[in-house]
C-alpha cells in the first residue's frame, strides 16, 4: 500500500529518459577530478566553461576540438609510420663492417638466430601496437562522426585498452638507447641511432597524444540524445491519464 500522501502514476507510463552527468550539469575536472555542478549563472548566460572552484582549472563539458585535434595527430602519426618501418633504426658498426637495420629485418634477424620469443616482442611491440593504435583511434573517430550506436561499451573499453598499451611501444626506442650508452668499444664495436628510432618515437608520442586528446565521452552522446528525443513526456504518453491520490489512512 502506498503511504498517505503519495502520487501514484497510472499503469504503463513512459519511463524517464537516463539521467547522466550532462544531464544533471555536473562537470569533472581533468587537473583534479573534482566533480562540479554548473553555476546557475552559468547556465543563465549560457556558457559552457568556467574555472573549477578547487584548482583553477578550465572546466569544459567535453574537450575542446577534441575531433579536430585527435584527426591531426593521427594523420602525423600515419605519416611517420611509414619511414619509421622503412629507415634503419640502429646501425651497429664492427671491425670496419657497419650493418644497419630497420625494425623487420631485426626481427629476421632474431628469428635466424632462433630467438623467436625476443622476435615476437620486437614485432607485436614496435610493428603491431603501433598500427593497431593507428586504427583503433581512425575507428573511434569515425563510429563517432556518424553518430554510430554500435556497442558503446565494447567501444569504450577499445580505448581505453588502446590508451593503457601506447607506452609499451617504446621498447625498440629503450633497446636502442641501452646499446649506445652501453657499447664503448672505440674503434672495435658502435652503435648509432639512425633516422628510423627517431619517426618510431614520433609515431608513438603522437599516438599516444592522439588517445589522450579523443573524448570517450562523445560515443555516448548519440545514443543519450536519442535516448532524450524518443522519451515521450507524461501527457504526450497518455493523454489521459492521471495521478490518482490514496486516501489518508485513517
Known amino acids: 500500500m502506498s503511504a498517505p500522501g503519495t502520487a501514484v502514476s497510472a499503469p504503463g507510463t513512459a519511463m524517464s529518459a537516463p539521467r547522466t552527468g550532462a544531464s544533471e550539469g555536473l562537470l569533472v575536472c581533468h587537473e583534479c577530478e573534482a566533480v562540479t555542478k554548473r553555476p546557475a549563472v552559468a547556465i543563465a548566460r549560457g556558457l559552457h566553461d568556467f574555472e573549477c572552484p578547487r584548482c583553477g582549472a578550465a572546466l569544459h ?8 585535434r585527435t584527426w591531426a595527430l593521427v594523420i602525423a602519426a600515419t605519416i ?29 634477424f632474431l628469428i635466424h638466430h632462433d630467438m623467436w620469443p625476443l622476435a615476437l616482442v620486437v614485432f607485436v611491440a614496435s610493428f603491431v601496437v603501433p598500427l593497431a593504435k593507428i586504427v583503433s583511434i581512425v575507428f573511434l573517430l569515425v563510429s563517432v562522426q556518424i553518430d554510430s550506436h554500435w556497442r558503446p561499451a565494447d567501444r569504450t573499453r577499445l580505448y ?13 626506442i629503450y633497446v636502442v638507447t641501452i646499446l ?33 586528446s ?9 545514443i543519450d540524445t536519442a535516448a532524450r528525443e ?6 504526450d504518453a497518455h493523454p489521459g ?7 489518508p489512512s485513517s
Open 241 to 247: 491519464a492521471s495521478h490518482v491520490r490514496t486516501a
Open 160 to 172: 581505453r585498452i588502446t590508451e593503457a598499451v601506447g607506452r609499451w611501444s617504446l621498447v625498440d
Open 61 to 68: 563539458a567535453r574537450k575542446p576540438n577534441s575531433l579536430a
Open 180 to 212: 649506445v650508452a652501453l657499447v664503448k668499444l672505440g674503434s672495435l664495436a658502435s652503435v648509432e641511432a639512425r633516422a628510423g628510432a627517431v619517426f618510431f618515437g614520433a609515431v608513438v608520442i603522437l599516438t599516444m597524444l592522439a588517445a589522450e
Open 214 to 222: 579523443f573524448d570517450p565521452r562523445l560515443i555516448w552522446t548519440p
Open 80 to 108: 611517420c609510420y611509414v619511414p619509421a618501418n622503412l629507415y634503419p633504426i640502429m646501425a651497429i658498426t664492427s671491425l670496419g663492417k657497419t650493418q644497419a637495420d630497420t625494425i623487420l629485418s631485426g626481427v629476421f
Open 230 to 235: 524518443s522519451t515521450p513526456t507524461r501527457a
